[in-house]
């Protein structure tokens, strides 16, 4: 365009119109400068704007660097701290990098050469000199040098600061291997010894004969059956409850075997006649748990009436009614120390009660969900208690005070618990899970899933009520599939 007004200045005036004249193009470097100097207006800490001259735009460029030196070398510092805090030597790679680190000083700004990096670091190095800011070797953010952390220093080798990645992956572990651990008492393996079949209803409840020779049964079927445990033959059946009967017990001391059923009706019958010879009545709704009492005439029964009633299993009268529970009463147990009762209630709390004064001695609050069942330690001053859900819904306590002793874990809604005298705590699911404990550490051995019998429904799979013999080698199981089962333990 240049060359052609030059032209038609050589050959004189043109009978054309005026030529126009295009300015001559900027530099890239002054673009950039006018371009950024609104931008450094804007975010100016002073309230003069910054005058970036063209001819000076090298210059302005190595000051910003400078100004962004620390910046840079403060991350890498935060890096190597963090990384290699407990580290008694660095990585060469590591190592070099820190060198550069260190001996890349910030540049001092150009002559004539006004910048926001040049200002900056003039003005922190004026406070270095004056001791308002500290010196570069205190501060790792300025020199880039590694200084351990007084904590990481203090601490023992083969120790790991609890934030980082590498101690939350070793808490996991440890909690990997707390879930897999054996108890320190070694508890054979339990294997099923026998599948005994002839009731038509859930089995829901089981007692041992205290001359361990044979258990009673009652179910759905309204039925109680009387069983030979060497053999698991059927020798007797009583008949005479009209609804499912939920509790069987026999007395230690005198030739009685006591049920109790949601027909509301608690019965006596006498072994030598195989008959009623007693019946006991106050429920106001169905009983689903009795127990007697080791040292004491005494039966005690709950239902859903939310009250656990107390009789002399002689003259049939009721000494107590204990009455607190909001909710049905799933389980009671008896024992011969204080607390003489505890009850387990879907209110999901447990009881334990005064027995001489019929009222609630303590209250145990800890469980989420309805309490289902309990069972006492044969041996031990304690029990347990197992209810719906996950979690540690599995719990052991310490008698009198109720203690709280430890935590277990079962899915599912447990709805029986069996502990013998050598510390084997067995619960059962409604599921058909079942989970063998040490009761002293509270550790599982063993986890077996409950397989219905040919020709039931696989939602037949639960347990509903065990117990071990009087020896506690065998554990008897009642089923949904209106099964019972036989464990013994492996030989």
Not at 229 to 252: F, M, N, Q
Not at 433 to 445: E, H, V
């Amino acid at each position: 365009m240049a060359a052609t007004t030059r032209r038609q200045a050589a050959n004189g005036p043109s009978t054309s119109t005026a030529t126009f004249e295009a300015p001559a193009p900027s530099s890239l470097s002054s673009l950039l400068s006018t371009s950024s100097n609104p931008v450094h207006s804007l975010f100016s800490s002073s309230s003069q704007p910054f005058a970036v001259a063209s001819s000076s735009s090298s210059a302005s460029s190595s000051s910003m660097n400078a100004a962004f030196e620390p910046s840079s070398k403060a991350h890498l510092a935060s890096k190597i701290s963090s990384e290699w805090a407990d580290a008694t030597s660095l990585h060469p790679a590591v190592q070099s990098q820190q060198e550069r680190a260190k001996g890349a000083g910030p540049k001092p700004p150009p002559p004539g050469g006004e910048s926001v990096g040049g200002e900056w670091i003039a003005d922190v190095q004026a406070r270095r000199a004056n001791g308002s800011v500290a010196s570069s070797s205190s501060d790792p953010t300025a020199s880039g040098a590694l200084i351990r952390r007084p904590e990481a220093a203090s601490r023992p080798v083969g120790s790991h600061d609890p934030s980082s990645s590498l101690s939350t992956a070793l808490q996991l572990k440890r909690r990997q291997m707390d879930a897999t651990a054996q108890p320190e008492t070694y508890h054979p393996r339990w294997k099923l010894s026998r599948v005994i079949a002839g009731h038509l209803g859930w089995v829901r409840c089981i007692a041992v004969d205290p001359n361990n020779q044979w258990f009673a049964t009652g179910a759905g079927d309204r039925l109680i059956k009387i069983w030979d445990l060497a053999s698991g033959e059927l020798k007797l059946t009583l008949t005479g409850h009209i609804s499912t009967v939920r509790g069987v017990a026999i007395s230690d001391r005198h030739p009685y075997l006591f049920s109790c059923g949601e027909d509301k009706m608690v019965k006596c019958w006498d072994l030598e006649q195989n008959k009623v010879i007693r019946q006991y009545h106050g429920h106001l709704s169905g009983i689903y748990s009795m127990d007697l009492h080791p040292t004491l005439d005494v039966l005690v029964t709950a239902g859903r009436d939310a009250s656990a009633r107390v009789w002399d299993m002689r003259t049939k009268a009721q000494i107590h009614v204990l009455s607190g529970h909001t909710g049905t009463i799933a389980s009671v147990r008896c024992q011969s120390s204080d607390p003489q009762v505890v009850t387990g209630s879907m209110d999901s709390t447990v009881r334990l009660w005064d027995l001489a004064a019929g009222k609630t001695a303590t209250t145990l609050t800890h469980h989420k969900k309805s309490v289902r069942a309990i069972g006492v330690h044969p041996t031990k001053y304690s029990f347990a208690s197992g209810a719906a859900g996950g979690g540690n819904n599995v719990k052991t306590w310490v008698c009198p005070e109720g203690t709280l002793w430890g935590n277990m874990a079962h899915e599912g809604i447990v709805n029986t618990l069996s502990v013998n005298a050598d510390g084997v705590m067995f619960s059962g699911a409604d599921n058909g899970s079942m989970r063998f404990f040490d009761y002293a550490s509270g550790i599982p051995f063993q986890s077996v899933e409950d397989k219905p019998q040919p020709g039931s429904l696989d939602a037949e799979a639960g347990i509903m009520a065990s117990t071990f013999d009087r020896t506690g080698t065998r554990l008897l199981t009642g089923c949904c599939d209106k099964s019972i089962k036989v464990w013994k333990e492996a030989e």
